[in-house]
């Protein structure tokens, strides 16, 4: 589907055969692995809807030395992603954080739900409830069972 | 002189349009049967004339015709032929050139299997249609002449982005484009029956095929692009949440609502008003995802203003549509009368449910797509949306959807027990629960929400196909209705889907080494050996291939052949995946930079279950594709009609 964004865009930006390269991997596996959580967090800022960890562009690569520098240097993963935000700011976090300006982001699917449902329950109450069928008078019953015979 | 063929055939088939779309609605009002039957030519007539544009426009593209700015911009005489024919749509003109031709033949198809409608309603649809036509006949004409010469003609063309030189390109969009434009035909009669004034049992059975055609035609278009996405793109993803995505699920989500409640309108005549809201909506989301694709918003919100022209037609198309439709909505909604009366806890209920769960997913993407343009224009503030957010707020809707989508169909129409339900799906519970802990504890060790989602997987399943076998049993094994059947193909259908999601998305493992030939490497208890590297030379391409010896205990067991190829014309560089499936994993390789001095780096990844996506997403719309070849859909259609009359057929009460 992305790719569909290049043909309808018809961009001509040169698409990443690779990320990460294996020379910037950190010996560490459980560093390395906590990278690629983070990396795949962080936007690249050039690319368009783009991780880190999925761009091969020049920003991204330093992005990701940035990232595991940090870690190497004893950074749990909240500080990291506070440094990479006090560089180059919220822009950066591919989920947004919850905020003034994103009030209305974060509400506004569970907004919509509990709205719709609350009106809806509303109605339900307002609708008068159905009531049970009458039973059949014993005169209905004679005729029907005398429909019925064969 | 063929692209002015082409060209001259588009301007009369926007002169058609005109007429389609405003004779047979007077003749509608005024109850004038040669106007109303004006609409059915019109149609015929304007879709002969768009086909010809379209054969002008493939025929410029088959011969290399360099003298048309287009077929430069967008072609290369060294091309596949595949590649040049659906070249043809792989750029903005051509693209929407298909949408018109799609947009017209459905008008063409509603003027010839509609011979058993009403004549006002026919002629209404078809002059909507015909008006939605008239949009994208001057949109094109105005602002997107695929036609236009270039002189001198240049030696050769530009050629075509490579990432598209591949078959999924011959598929994908003509198939989204289905589905897409097969919503206006709904819309069409939405508009229709407000102006009518009425929409009954008889409407809905006539809305509810078109629907079905459309909402399968799409399952297979995003499941296509999809999939395309995960062969080509070669990081192994198979959804990214990118905005374009988006652009073709909410109207994918928004158009299972519609399916859903259209199934209320014809069963127990209610939710007709909001069954009408959706169809608006269906179409609006459509045309919105037109609207973000092609005006480049998604860009930038200033690439907006760089070609000030396309986007504010389309965005002035958009709104006029949309606007109208509700604003025609607001006015005449309230003389449709309010039908059935069922409680709470009944099917009705149940699909009402569905449609608040799936139009609140739908509101969830489409305010996750649309808050990162509209903050940046307001405030100027930027912000991104990404699949970390959409996986924090799309998919617990999904739960209670999942949860609920078993239980709906156990429950009768108008009211109906939950306890009775809930008993009889025990089996799919257990089943369920079981899933869920062996996932958490043998397959996964830190992910127990991926566990949690595997239990939903198998859910669906079990759920489904123990309804089936239950009705099965309950009618002495005579086969259910084709409607039924479909329904539980395509409910089993999603968990499929979702079984698949989890397997790639949590537990998919990935090994990253640099290689040289001769070198190994051990992966998922696969032994990958680099057996050598060569160069290729393609039709309009060099590639780089490596052949990587796969086996297991020592045993050959397959060979993998990752490229990377360079196309001259562009110099751009594009990976060639090697996946290798047994249908319960992928085993998938794609080759990397690198030289012969210090190897090459070759990605290898392990993904659990990945074929089941596609799988799927395929059975759902084959699920819709039975439900569409019920007799009872077929219903006042002019070849299933006659037999339906001479041999009514009764419909089980459920």
């Known amino acids: 589907m992305r790719t569909v964004a290049v043909l309808l865009a018809t961009l001509l930006l040169a698409w990443p055969a690779l990320a990460v390269e294996p020379s910037e ?126 | 002189m063929i692209p002015e063929l082409g060209h001259f055939a ?86 929407m050139l298909l949408w018109a031709l799609i947009l017209a033949l459905f008008g063409a198809a509603v003027a010839v299997f509609g011979a058993g409608l009403p004549d006002t309603l026919r002629a209404r649809v078809l002059a909507i249609q015909a008006l939605i036509g008239v949009g994208f006949l001057a949109f094109l004409l105005f602002t997107s002449n695929p036609f236009e010469r270039v002189s001198p003609a240049p030696l050769d063309g530009n050629g075509l982005n490579p990432l598209l030189q591949d078959p999924g390109l011959a598929f994908h969009p003509p198939l989204l484009y289905l589905g897409y434009v097969g919503f206006s035909v709904t819309y069409a009669f939405a508009i229709a029956a407000l102006l009518e004034g009425r929409v009954d049992a008889a409407w809905a059975r006539w809305v509810r095929p078109w629907t079905l055609a459309a909402w399968c035609f799409l399952t297979l278009g995003i499941a296509l692009g999809s999939w395309w996405a995960y062969y080509i793109l070669g990081w192994g993803g198979f959804w990214f949440w990118d905005p374009v995505e988006n652009a073709s699920l909410m109207p994918w989500l928004a158009g299972t609502a519609l399916l859903h409640s259209a199934i209320v309108v014809e069963k127990r005549d209610s939710l007709k008003s909001w069954t009408v809201l959706l169809a608006i909506l269906a179409f609006s989301l459509s045309l919105l995802g037109t609207f973000l694709v092609r005006s480049g918003v998604l860009t930038s919100v200033h690439a907006f203003a760089q070609d000030p022209a396309r986007g504010m037609f389309i965005l002035a198309f958009l709104l006029l549509v949309t606007g109208g439709g509700l604003a025609l909505y607001a006015w005449r909604a309230p003389r ?140 002495g094994y005579r086969m259910p209705p084709r409607a039924a059947l479909g329904m539980t193909i395509a409910h089993a259908a999603m968990g499929v889907v979702v079984l698949g999601a989890v397997g790639t998305g949590a537990w998919n493992s990935e090994l990253m080494q640099t290689m040289k030939p001769g070198d190994r490497a051990q992966f998922h208890g696969f032994d990958v050996k680099l057996e050598r590297m060569e160069s290729l030379q393609g039709p309009n391409y060099i590639a780089e291939r490596a052949t990587l010896a796969v086996s297991v205990g020592g045993k050959s067991y397959t060979v993998l052949q990752p490229e990377r190829r360079l196309f001259a ?72 009609g006659k037999r339906a009359r001479t041999r009514p057929i009764a419909h089980p009460a459920e």
Not at chain 1, 70 to 75: H, K, M, P, V
Request: with cysteine.
């Open chain 2, 336 to 475: 449709l009368t309010p039908g059935g009366m069922f409680q709470p806890v009944s099917r009705e209920g149940a699909l009402i449910l569905n449609n608040l769960l799936l139009c609140t997913l739908a509101a969830t993407v489409l305010l996750g797509t649309l808050y990162p343009l509209f903050l940046d224009l307001l405030t100027g503030n930027k912000v991104s949306v990404g699949p970390p957010f959409f996986n924090a707020t799309f998919v617990p809707i999904c739960a209670p959807l999942f949860a609920a989508l078993c239980v709906g169909p156990y429950l009768g129409w108008k009211r109906a027990e939950i306890w009775p339900a809930l008993l009889k799906l025990r089996v799919a519970f257990i089943a369920a629960v079981v899933a869920a802990i062996v996932a958490a504890t043998a397959i996964d060790g830190r992910a127990t929400l991926a566990a949690l989602a595997f239990g939903f997987g198998v859910w669906l399943i079990v759920g489904s196909l123990g309804e089936f076998a239950q009705r099965l049993a309950r009618t």
């Open chain 2, 569 to 640: 014309v562009q110099r751009r560089q594009v990976a060639e995946t090697a996946i290798h499936t047994n249908l319960l994993r992928d085993l998938y390789a794609t080759l990397g930079e690198g030289e012969a001095a210090n190897g090459w780096v070759i990605r290898l990844y392990y993904n659990p279950l990945a074929p089941w996506i596609w799988l799927g997403a395929a059975l759902c719309a084959l699920g819709g594709f039975v439900s569409l070849s019920d007799r009872r859909l077929r219903v006042g259609a002019p070849q299933g």
């Open chain 2, 10 to 95: 588009l301007i009369l088939a926007l002169a058609v349009a005109l007429v389609q779309g405003i004779l047979p609605l007077l003749g509608a009002s005024r109850g004038d049967i040669r106007l109303m039957d004006l609409g059915r030519t019109a149609a015929l007539t304007q879709a002969l004339l768009v086909f010809v544009a379209f054969g002008a426009l493939t025929q410029a593209y088959v011969t290399s015709d360099f003298s048309v700015v287009n077929v430069v911009a967008n072609s290369h005489s060294a091309k596949p032929l595949l590649y040049k024919i659906s070249g043809v749509w792989g750029n903005h003109e051509g693209s």
């Open chain 1, 25 to 150: 991997m950190l010996q560490d596996p459980s560093l390395e692995s906590r990278a690629r959580d983070i990396g795949r967090s962080l936007r690249c800022v050039v690319c368009q809807n783009q991780s880190i960890d999925d761009s091969n562009a020049e920003v991204a690569r330093d992005m990701r030395r940035a990232v595991r520098e940090r870690l190497t240097a004893g950074d749990d993963d909240q500080k990291v992603f506070a440094y990479m935000v006090a560089r180059y700011g919220d822009y950066v976090l591919l989920k947004p954080p919850f905020k003034a300006g994103t009030w209305a982001l974060w509400l506004g699917g569970p907004l919509v739900l509990i709205v719709a449902g609350g009106l809806l329950l509303m109605a339900a109450r307002r609708r008068k409830p159905i009531p049970p069928p009458v039973p059949l008078s014993d005169e209905e019953q004679r005729r029907l069972d005398a429909l019925l015979k064969p």
